[in-house]
């Protein structure tokens, strides 16, 4: 019955997760996987259902103490106006015969029921903030008192030609924490939890203090693998970021960094956490993060276009929207390229999967990478940046958006 319960309030709250409404809706999903993770538990249901009788045993009596039968109604109040009375419809006189069969139609356990509903609903909502561990570095600290329970995605994860709409997800997926998945804050402090990082990394910047380094007057960027210096913080600023810290940019500041990429077809995947300023969140165009040279199709990155993230191929036509809109919270993208198809994740959920523009193999450049544009400016902060020399498995991507959301920095 719970799980019949549990799935038919799903369905209906997720109608909602694509309007106006999404982020009550997706805090909705969360607070009744957590009721249900509960309500599964022998103990805790144990405890529910104790509370519960509690309060039928009791509501009865409440509700009819005054003896008669009837329930108590508030009168409605009498306007102090004196020049102007309100006309109200009498009651309809009722024989003493109906009286008796209308008493016996009101039974006290109807009330009861309703009133156990409204029980239900706040002990699963006691229930799920009183069981969750509270720590003084913020919500995305300890989850290991934390039950299992359902985490339940914005966007689904089938394949989306370009241009198409993301369709709500068709199911619920599991995790170990039950906290929220479909949108991210700045983070408060750096968790000591260590997740190990999907292996083929190229490149990974985090932005921590211990990967700055000041040498004649200016500030390198160093690799976390120990490949040593592969930027210069020639523009921009380091400032609260996602985890830990991150790279603010605004208008025309970009950074280089050095190194090789993987280019032509070959595999690879992008990943970061980014945030847009809101004078940036409609721009006609913004060069997020992307390396490769400037010709159709030589580029591999991330853009936004007219307020849409895209996937930055370089050329009219081949930078492809996931119509996915921008908005100023963070969020983890992945761009990933098998040979074939180029992939988009958002927040670990598939939004693009297509052939490029020219239905040919891409021909990516392997260099130069930068992160922002001094044309197509971008307004925003980036954090946790990793290049892959293969594609990463769907897994992997949220893995990766996990590590962010439960404040776990990458490791190598």
């Known amino acids: 019955m719970i799980e019949a319960a549990f799935y038919r309030q799903i369905a209906y709250v997720r109608t909602y997760q694509l309007g106006p409404h999404s982020d009550l809706s997706q805090k909705t999903l969360n607070e009744i996987a957590a009721a249900r993770a509960c309500l599964s538990e022998p103990t805790e249901k144990a405890a529910y259902d104790e509370e519960l009788r509690r309060h039928i045993r009791t509501c009865g009596a409440a509700e009819y103490a005054d003896g008669s039968g009837h329930r108590a109604v508030d009168a409605p109040p009498v306007s102090s106006d004196t020049t102007e009375l309100a006309v109200v419809p009498a009651e309809p006189i009722v024989s003493a015969r109906h009286q008796k069969q209308i008493h016996r139609e009101r039974r006290p356990w109807r009330v009861c029921a309703a009133l ?15 069981s969750r561990p509270r720590s003084d570095t913020g919500t995305a600290s300890k989850h290991a008192e934390t039950p299992r329970s359902e985490v339940v995605p914005a966007i689904s994860n089938a394949p989306v030609e370009a241009g198409a709409e993301p369709k709500p997800a068709g199911g619920g997926l599991t995790s170990d924490d039950a906290q929220i998945v479909g949108g991210s804050g700045a983070s408060s402090s750096l ?30 960027i160093r690799d976390i693998r120990g490949n040593g210096q592969v930027a210069i913080l020639s523009a921009g600023q380091i400032v609260p970021g996602k985890i830990g810290d991150a790279l603010s940019l605004d208008d025309g500041e970009r950074i280089g960094i050095t190194g090789d990429y993987p280019s032509g077809a070959a595999p690879r995947t992008f990943a970061a956490w980014i945030r847009a300023h809101p004078k940036g969140v409609a721009r006609s165009f913004q060069g997020v993060a992307y390396y490769g040279p400037g010709r159709v199709e030589g580029r591999f990155g991330i853009a936004t276009v007219r307020g849409k ?6 050329g009219t ?14 969020h983890h993208h992945a761009v990933a390229y098998d040979g074939k198809n180029i992939l988009y994740y958002y927040d670990a959920q598939l939004v693009l999967n297509t052939l490029p523009r020219s239905r040919r193999p891409l021909n990516t450049g392997s260099r130069p990478a930068f992160l922002g544009s001094p044309m197509a400016t971008f307004a925003g902060c980036i954090d946790e940046i990793a290049i892959f020399d293969r594609v990463l498995e769907p897994e992997e991507v949220r893995t990766l958006f996990e590590m962010g959301e439960r404040n776990r920095p990458l490791r190598p």
């Open 191 to 220: 968790s000591e939890d260590h997740q190990p990082m999907p292996t083929g990394a190229k490149l990974v910047l985090t932005f921590e203090p211990n990967t700055l380094t000041s040498k004649d007057g200016k500030t390198e």
């Open 309 to 314: 993230w895209y996937f930055y191929g370089w």
């Open 116 to 130: 156990g509903a409204a029980a239900v609903l706040l002990t699963l909502l006691l229930s799920l903030f009183l």
């Open 317 to 330: 036509g081949h930078d492809l929207s996931t119509n996915v809109p921008v908005d100023t919270e963070w």
